[in-house]
């Protein structure tokens, strides 16, 4: 059974920063690709970054957010600098178990879901 869980969220100001953390059991990260999404009070889930291609970012976070790997700790992180109230939400990691050819924002391309952590930034 696979299960991956989240960490690092919590409140922080503007202009700080966190890392979080995706680490997956019951399968091995490897190459496929892994993705964070994030959902605001009231708004629907949106894609923030995915690990495939080195690197694929949403617009609101490109230059500040940073998605990164260690394998020999299965885990993928997600570095987030210089945040925003507007970044605030719960952030959700994912993994599609197979190559990922298009539609990397998309919910219905990743088989397995975090629980998410909550990040909240006071302005």
């Known amino acids: 059974q696979v299960q991956l869980v989240e960490s690092g969220g919590g409140l922080v100001q503007a202009g700080d920063s966190l890392r979080l953390s995706c680490v997956a059991s019951?399968?091995?990260?490897?190459?496929?690709?892994v993705v964070w999404f994030r959902q605001a009070p009231g708004k629907e889930r949106e894609f923030v970054s995915v690990s495939a291609w080195g690197g694929v970012y949403a617009e609101s976070v490109k230059g500040r957010f940073a998605i990164s790997r260690d394998s020999t700790k299965n885990t993928v992180y997600l570095q987030m600098n210089s945040l925003k109230p507007e970044d605030t939400a719960v952030y959700y990691c994912a993994a599609r178990w197979g190559p990922l050819y298009g539609n990397y924002d998309r919910r219905y391309e990743y088989e397995s879901w975090g629980q998410g952590t909550q990040v909240t930034v006071s302005s």
């Open positions: 019951g399968r091995t990260f490897n190459s496929y690709p």
